[in-house]
């Protein structure tokens, strides 16, 4: 009698056991899904913004480009300096970014030898879009110089 008082003791402190640890698995897996989401959503944000950035300042680099190429003719056939036409300069290289579907400034300085062109861009978050973050700004940058090189050389 005392024997079988014994199991059936044993045999419920195992049950109640059991039951202690019932769910602790569960709580593990989803707590390993929300990690591994948060990763993804880093790399999947963070890779988009990083692509953003990228592609903001290669639009930066193409429009200063197009925009160096706006010469003063006046100036140039005369003789008197090559220089880049302000106004044209910076028509060409906000057009650029027009047909791009950014923003930008374009600044001309030393004379009309350089300009620079800054783009400003956004990136729809996918993931951070949970927490409240639904966009992330980005820049590029980029200077163009005017080279020109002298007579018989």
């Not at 993804?40 to 300042?57: E, K, Y």
Request: hydrophobic share 50%.
């Amino acid at each position: 009698m005392i024997h079988a008082v014994r199991g059936l003791v044993a045999r419920a402190r195992a049950e109640a056991a059991a039951r202690e640890d019932r769910g602790s698995m569960s709580l593990f897996l989803a707590m390993s899904a929300l990690a591994i989401l948060m990763v993804m959503g880093l790399l999947v944000d963070g890779g988009g913004a990083l692509n953003a950035s990228n592609r903001a300042t290669s639009l930066a680099q193409e429009a200063a480009r197009t925009a160096g190429q706006q010469l003063d003719p006046a100036q140039a056939i005369e003789g008197t300096a090559i220089t880049i036409d302000p106004e044209a300069a910076r028509a060409a290289a906000l057009d650029y970014l027009a047909a791009a579907g950014v923003g930008g400034d374009v600044q001309i300085t030393d004379g009309g030898q350089t300009l620079s062109v800054t783009v400003r861009d956004t990136y729809a978050t996918h993931f951070a879009s949970l927490l409240g973050v639904g966009t992330i700004h980005v820049d590029g940058t980029a200077t163009a110089h005017l080279q020109t090189q002298a007579a018989g050389g």
